[in-house]
């Protein structure tokens, strides 16, 4: 089953075409990854699926439903979960507070309940909190659960955010450059953690990223765009030698992407 499906969808800025006719297939429980050069179109791939641009032609469908054009938060709770390339954090809040503002469409009570701090507000509340500090165990920050994101390296902060992408219970996990900035040591944690969440939650999950070593050991297919295009589709092995691939990234030069 194809739990993300992208059909000859195509989005232009002003005349210019940051997708072009793009068709993408995501089977359940796979690890896909989208890679190219700067400017190739890969965040706008991300943004047409999650819902923050609509296509201008073309059909994308989650879970095997339609979402084209579906609003942000109608899309996320029908299973899809995401970072961003810019980790956006809600700085004036705790790192707990940050999990918990995903779990807020659950909640389960009405304006009144919250106004008159009655017992089912209470009890929500409680069980909000316990769920969000849930998910901080299990990125392993539950020990920063007070403090503010912006006072935290930039690893944490990268963690913190897919644990509030894991509190929407996402079935299909985005990840928009989960290893930007991080050094060698970093990026294999990194590796070794996002496996983790993958088993632990039964997630499908779509990547971006420039680091190749990472692309390479995670996923199962691998997407190539250049200037909005898909010039390859594949496995690891195959697109490490693609000869357009290598021209997109190389310039022309032999050896095979990430060598």
């Known amino acids: ?106 909640c389960g009570y009405g304006v009144s309940e919250t106004m008159l701090f009655l017992p089912r507000y209470r009890k929500n509340e409680r069980r909000i909190r316990q769920e969000a500090w849930e998910y901080l165990r299990v990125v392993g920050l539950e020990q920063y659960e007070d403090d503010r994101p912006s006072n935290l390296p930039y690893g944490i902060q990268r963690r913190l955010e897919i644990a509030r992408a894991l509190a929407m219970r996402p079935r299909v996990l985005m990840l928009d450059e989960p290893a930007a900035g991080l050094n060698s040591e970093e990026l294999f944690e990194l590796i070794d953690f996002i496996r983790k969440i993958k088993k632990q939650f039964s997630l ?11 692309i390479m050991e995670l996923c199962d297919t691998i997407y190539v765009q250049d200037f909005g295009r898909n010039i390859a589709v594949g496995p690891p092995e195959e697109i490490q ?17 990430g060598n």
Do not use: W
């Open 1 to 106: 089953m194809n739990i993300v499906e992208m059909r000859n969808v195509s989005k232009n800025f002003g005349g210019v075409a940051a997708v072009k006719d793009f068709s993408m297939q995501v089977e359940e429980g796979k690890n896909v990854g989208i890679i190219g050069p700067n400017g190739a179109g890969k965040t706008t791939i991300f943004n047409l699926i999650s819902g923050i641009y609509k296509p201008d032609s073309g059909s994308i469908h989650l879970c095997s439903e339609e979402i084209t054009g579906m609003p942000q938060e109608k899309i996320a709770v029908r299973g899809l979960g995401r970072t961003f390339q810019n980790i956006r954090l809600f700085n004036e809040l705790s790192v707990l507070d940050n999990v918990r503002t995903a779990l807020d469409h659950a």
């Open 204 to 214: 499908s999950l779509l990547m971006i990223e420039h680091k190749m070593d990472f």
């Open 241 to 257: 030698k693609d000869p357009q691939v290598i021209a997109a990234y190389l310039g022309g030069e032999a050896g095979g992407v």
